[in-house]
């Protein structure tokens, strides 16, 4: 690991932000970095993917296996640029220089930020739902604010909750990245005891695993039985592909979180860690789960936040 010496001379191409870290701010250990990765993976998106997967035509356990095949492949590249974050202590912006240029590296790292700025409005329209479904329990009367005033289909409720969880992000923004250290550490071990309740859940409310299971066939698509080679090159490449593309970007930048790491085998081991056991593991909970609403309610629920509030009114009924 390489270490600055001296400080660097002010000017435009220097600033707090991407100077490199210090080996005293190197501090995040595995654990650091696979809680980061736990954190990025379980979330609403990750449960739905299966969901397109087998709309599209594909059987629960090819779609798990799209899911581990994606995120193998694109955990090559995200290493070898992660290397440069954890022994130069550099950036994201900075490490594109290196190909770019002072000057070029802006577009990759703009183009990046676009990328970037389309995938947070997305994750928090999606938090802002949960938000609204947990306010909802807390607060009956949330969900009559506005009568009946809507906008595209979603009322008042929806909106002040997608502004709530838009601005707490912006705290975590503004405080930088040892805040999303703390964050990750503290919810890892939690969505995961999550995720295993949902799935305890599941199981124990339609008689075991083994229904879920068999539930799950169920949801596959029906369509006719296409040749080997026709399904590979029609259905599951184009799939495996959308899956290495789900965390391509995050490949490039991902210096910005592994500046932080103490050594090159936490960075290596805590992202093989958390991206390929939780990635896969929630991704088949969201599909068991959803099983056990077939059998429940007689339809599939692949929204969370819709089995939320299902059960909700249920418990309010009991």
């Known amino acids: 690991m390489v270490e600055l010496t001296f400080d660097l001379p002010a000017g435009p191409l220097v600033s707090k932000d991407l100077a490199p870290t210090t080996i005293r701010q190197r501090t995040w250990n595995l654990w650091h970095i696979a809680s980061l990765w736990v954190g990025m993976s379980v979330c609403i998106p990750t449960y739905m993917l ?17 899911v581990v095949l994606g995120n193998l492949i694109v955990l090559v590249p995200m290493m070898i640029t992660a290397h440069a974050g954890t022994r130069y202590g550099i950036p994201f912006p900075v490490f594109a220089r290196a ?16 990328v970037a700025c389309g995938w947070f409005g997305i994750q928090t329209w999606i938090g802002g739902l949960a938000m609204n479904a947990f306010i909802g329990i807390l607060w009956p009367g949330w969900q009559t604010m506005g009568g009946d005033l809507k906008f595209m289909g979603y009322g008042v409720p929806e ?12 705290y975590f923004v503004w405080a930088g990245t040892e805040s999303i250290k ?75 979180f592994t500046r932080y790491a103490r050594s090159q085998r936490d960075q290596a ?21 959803t099983s ?20 909700t009114a249920e418990s309010g009924n009991a």
């Open 50 to 66: 299966a969901s397109s997967m087998i709309s599209a035509g594909l059987s629960w356990r090819q779609s798990v296996l799209a």
């Open 292 to 311: 056990a609403t077939v059998i429940l309610y007689g339809q599939a629920i692949w929204n969370p936040v819709d089995l939320l509030a299902r059960l």
């Open 269 to 289: 081991i805590g992202q093989a860690l958390g991206l390929m056991t939780t990635m896969p593991l929630f991704a088949f909970v969201g599909v068991a789960v």
């Open 159 to 170: 909106y002040l909750s997608f502004l709530l969880f838009w601005f707490i992000n912006l």
């Open 182 to 256: 703390w964050l990750e550490t503290l919810s890892a071990p939690i969505l995961i005891l999550l995720g295993i309740w949902l799935l305890l859940w599941a199981a124990s409310r339609v008689g075991g695993v083994g229904t879920l299971l068999r539930e799950a066939d169920a949801l596959e698509s029906a369509r006719e039985s296409l040749p080997t080679g026709e399904f590979v090159r029609t259905l599951f490449i184009p799939w495996l592909t959308a899956m290495v593309g789900y965390w391509a970007t995050l490949s490039l930048n991902i210096p910005d």
């Open 99 to 114: 190909a770019f240029g002072t000057r070029g590296a802006h577009l990759p790292s703009l183009l990046r930020a676009v």
